[in-house]
């Protein structure tokens, strides 16, 4: 965190004691924040920070693909409070075309959308070797067994619902980008 943040582990030490990082300490005595912890910090001070991406270096690359605008704006305004770098896609095709350009660190997709849909990009990925292991977070707005069944099935890491807590996505993506960094090879999936 104090990386990202860029200070040292001295400062964020400072701002849990003087009570401006709210934390807690696990059994062992080292402090962990959590996310929305550390979002509310964040804004409350005006700092940003710079998540770092799978390979430690820079901020996190995430593609945000869905076809409603409003989505693709409101997770690209979320994501980037929180220091990511944010690229977005309406459709699968622009989603491939914007991997092609650079690969991202993560990718969110919408399920449901006209044409090749979430389930459609993430069987693509997971079946090109270079992309296998890329994480990606699905987003539905329209739950049932068999889309939860044709996501899972494609490959995805993880559903989340719409409409969703602005904290949870951030969680997420946290968690995703931390286990493709503590693969070996830097870039295996999630759990």
Known sequence: MARACGVTRDGVLHWIHAGKLRAFRTPGGH????PEDLTAFLRESGRRHQPLTAAGSGPARILVVDDEGEIRDMLRELLEDA??????????DAALDAIARRVPDLVITDLAMPGENGADLTR?????PHLASL?????TGALDEDRLEEIYAAGADLLICKPFLPAHVLGEVR??????RQTPDGAGGAP
């Open 124 to 128: 693509r990925l997971r079946h090109d």
């Open 135 to 139: 994480p990606v977070i699905a987003v």
């Open 175 to 180: 968690r995703l980008l931390e286990a493709t």
């Open 83 to 92: 220091g990511y770098e944010v690229v977005v896609a309406g459709a699968a």
């Open 31 to 34: 402090f962990r924040v959590r």
